[in-house]
């Protein structure tokens, strides 16, 4: 996995101009999640359509994710990242036009949920190759810095998103924020055909493989990971019961405090600006040597603060509660990418992310499809004191495995070593 010496003379520059352009393409994305989602909630205000968006939002990345592993693994990363960004500009493109004519109401909410769909597909396909990709411009000794600088891009992104939806949504249409996606996607694609990332080298194989068979020994070689296995588990179930505090926040905000796009964007701008302040932390130190301990801390600070935000009748206590749950954000999620990038060889790498995508794109939408419907009979805070009480379970489960714990501690030599006993 380490570079060599012609390789990591330039890596810094490649490495900026490759966040950079991955960070404008995921600014017009996020206008466009942004607008779609509050769209959808202020359109229907129904538990049902938020759930049926988010399950194509989800649901077409994981079913893909396993092939586009394989694909990350066979083929050229970077060809993969700019076809499957050119195809979501042009879905993008579609929408904008067919709003654009005139179809407005419930006539635009399939064509919606559609689009969502390609775009999840295309998401689920650039996914594995993006962070595969990443080790082969940045040293190994580096990632977690990085993968802490690449957290503060996007939540940088994810803070200003919601400003510039709610702005753009006020004066005008919501296919001009469409619009900029697609442009953005094109600057994205444009910055990252002229970088040259070194190619990886897949393992040689006595004789050609089908991808499903490939797909098969990602999937054994993750299990067989003692480490990765628990790791992987511990992330799907902590998705899963994040589901009421995060991705039915804004339902809960408009039945809560009432129906008022600002309180939206506020409470997403408080949220996302603490996760800047944690990926700027995290970018500057690289977080714990021991990456476990990363994970272990902002499960459990996320853990107590969606307990009390299931308490919480105020708004302005609210926000300041968003703040603290933005801020766990990254920590959990660079300390996982983190991990996988430090314990598996390139060659398996983008196999192992796709299964990394399964865990989210899969155990999210369950969330959804389980508490989506109930948040139409059930209060939405009382499902996130429910789930907020295994989350901290979840979290001290890491502190007191001590093998596993111990295995968090960053050692170079380990790297593509890792258990792989039953």
């Not at 689009?115 to 190994?140: D, K, M, T, W």
């Not at 039945?255 to 409470?267: E, H």
């Not at 660079?334 to 314990?343: G, I």
Request: some cysteine; glycine content about 8%; charged content about 10%.
């Amino acid at each position: 996995m380490n570079l060599d010496k012609k390789q990591s003379q330039s890596w810094k520059g490649r490495t900026a101009a490759f966040l950079f352009g991955q960070g404008i393409s995921l600014f017009g994305s996020q206008l466009v999640q942004m607008a779609i989602i509050w769209h959808v909630t202020l359109e229907t205000s129904s538990g049902i359509w938020v759930t049926i968006l988010t399950l194509a939002s989800f649901l077409p990345q994981m079913l893909i994710s396993p092939l586009a592993g394989v694909w990350a693994d066979r083929y050229n990363r970077k060809l993969i990242m700019i076809l499957s960004d050119g195809v979501i500009a042009i879905t993008t493109l579609l929408l904008a036009l067919f709003m654009m004519s005139g179809n407005t109401g419930n006539a635009v909410l399939p064509v919606i949920i559609i689009v969502s769909a390609i775009r999840s597909f295309g998401a689920g396909i650039h996914s594995p190759a993006i962070n595969s990709a990443l080790p082969q411009i940045v040293p190994e000794d580096k990632l977690s810095r990085i993968n802490g600088f690449n957290g503060t891009i996007q939540s940088i992104v994810q803070f200003v998103s919601p400003i510039a939806a709610g702005a753009i949504m006020a004066i005008g249409p919501i296919y001009n924020i469409l619009f900029i996606d697609v442009a953005t996607a094109m600057i994205g694609i444009s910055i990252l055909s002229t970088l040259k990332i070194p190619k990886h080298q897949p393992v040689p194989k006595a004789e050609k493989t089908s991808a499903l068979e490939e797909m098969r020994e990602g999937f054994r070689f993750t299990w067989n990971n003692r480490f990765l296995r628990k790791l992987f588990a511990t992330y799907g179930l902590y998705i899963f019961l994040c589901v009421p505090s995060g991705f039915l926040a804004a339902l809960m905000i408009k039945r809560t405090f009432g129906d008022n796009i600002m309180f939206l964007t506020v409470s997403e701008v408080v949220g996302f600006a603490g996760s800047v302040l944690a990926g700027l932390l995290l970018g500057a130190t690289g977080g714990f040597k021991n990456r476990v301990k990363t994970l272990f801390l902002g499960m459990l600070v996320y853990g107590v603060t969606s307990l009390a935000i299931g308490f919480t009748n105020v708004f302005w206590l609210f926000v300041a509660l968003m703040f603290f749950i933005g801020f766990t954000i990254p920590f959990a999620q660079t300390s996982v990418y983190t991990l996988v990038q430090e314990k598996v060889e390139p060659s398996m790498m983008g196999r192992v992310f796709s299964l990394l995508k399964v865990m989210f794109s899969g155990f999210m939408p369950l969330g959804m499809a389980i508490f989506g419907p109930l948040a139409d009979v059930v209060r939405i805070q009382t499902m996130v004191i429910v789930c907020a009480v295994p989350i901290i379970l979840l979290a001290m489960n890491l502190r007191l495995s001590r093998s596993f714990y111990r295995e968090g501690i960053h050692t170079p030599e380990a790297v593509g070593t890792g258990d792989n006993q039953v």
